[in-house]
């Protein structure tokens, strides 16, 4: 293996100390206390496990932490005025609605009811605007720890072949678009793209949001390329459940430059950019400059 290991758990610790140091910074000097609302609608275990974390990640950081679970058959005008409710509470400065939603639910009409300036995931179309637009936006978790991790390795990242793959709204088009702010030349390819290997060959950056475990190798890659699996698969492996990327690790590090495992890559930074973008929406609440090194 020559590639380097972009280590995601020593670089989320990184950002979570960075958090906590703005946290005690926020409550000596402002007395103002950060703080994150997490609602889940039924009891999907990955969700709960999710949320579980996110709640004790939040009181590490020394914020405050507000959890609402709701019963499955919640109804979207409950779960409207809950929202409605946390947009005008002081202490909330973050609202992270945890999806995937029941069936009954619209999903859209829930995340667009979230006060933009309290939308943690930056799913709002709001959001979604004002990054397309290199304005001030909430940027949603995942492409911003990405990112992050991308600027911590390879530093100023203008001219170079990015490509991402998967163009979904979380993950592979806000990529995209913080990859085309930092300057690179960007490709978004997809489910119909033609000759994918030939395209991620070009890749300096090479982003993987697929969720088809394995799927890229190495003889995709082009020599020396920085590869993000942002892929989570659960697959079995002598009968157990095992984690996998959407890149096939061992023959993608014998050619690449640097690549984020799987467990243990982006999935860990997702969480401490949910933090660090909460005391971000927390600043810019009460007219504070955001954080350097907590926002793009
Ligand atoms: P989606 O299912 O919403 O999107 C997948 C994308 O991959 C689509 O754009 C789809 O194309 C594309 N795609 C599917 N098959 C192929 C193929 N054979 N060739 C090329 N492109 C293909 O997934 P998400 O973006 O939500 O998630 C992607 C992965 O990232 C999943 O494994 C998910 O678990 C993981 N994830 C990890 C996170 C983390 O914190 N680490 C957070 C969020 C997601 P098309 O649009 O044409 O259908």
């Not at 405050?64 to 946390?86: H, N, V, W």
């Not at 050619?255 to 005391?279: D, F, K, M, R, S």
């Amino acid at each position: 293996m020559s590639a380097q290991i972009i280590d995601g758990k020593v670089f989320a610790a990184q950002l979570r100390s960075r958090v906590a140091g703005q946290v005690k910074r926020l409550k000596e000097d402002h007395r103002i206390t950060p703080g994150l609302a997490v609602v889940l609608v039924g009891a999907d275990p990955a969700s709960e496990v999710y949320v579980r974390n996110k709640g004790r990640q939040t009181t590490e950081a020394g914020m405050s932490s507000f959890e609402y679970k709701l019963p499955t058959d919640t109804s979207q005008a409950d779960l409207l005025a809950l929202i409605e409710r946390l947009n005008s509470d002081p202490e909330v400065h973050g609202i992270l609605v945890q999806l995937p939603l029941p069936k009954h639910l619209n999903a859209d009409l829930v995340i667009n009811a979230i006060d933009p300036a309290k939308d943690v995931d930056g799913f709002h179309v709001s959001n979604v605007g004002l990054l397309g637009t290199g304005q001030n936006a909430m940027v949603p978790c995942t492409p911003l720890g990405c990112l992050m991790m991308l600027r911590g390795h390879l530093g100023d990242l203008s001219g170079l072949e990015a490509v991402v793959v998967g163009r979904s709204n979380i993950v592979g088009k806000p990529m995209a678009q913080l990859l085309l702010g930092a300057n690179c030349t960007v490709t978004m390819a997809h489910s119909r793209t033609r000759d994918l290997a030939s395209i991620c060959r070009r890749a300096d950056i090479l982003v993987a949001a697929v969720g088809r475990p394995k799927m890229i190798r190495g003889d995709w890659i082009k020599a020396g390329a920085t590869v993000i699996d942002v892929g989570i698969n659960r697959v079995a492996r002598d009968g157990k459940p095992h984690l996998v990327g959407d890149v096939d690790f061992s023959s993608a590090a014998e050619i690449a430059g640097a690549i984020t495992p799987v467990p243990g890559g982006v999935g860990p930074v997702t969480i401490a950019c949910l933090l660090a973008n909460t005391v971000t929406a927390c600043c810019r609440a009460h007219g504070l400059p955001a954080p350097e090194g907590l926002a793009v």
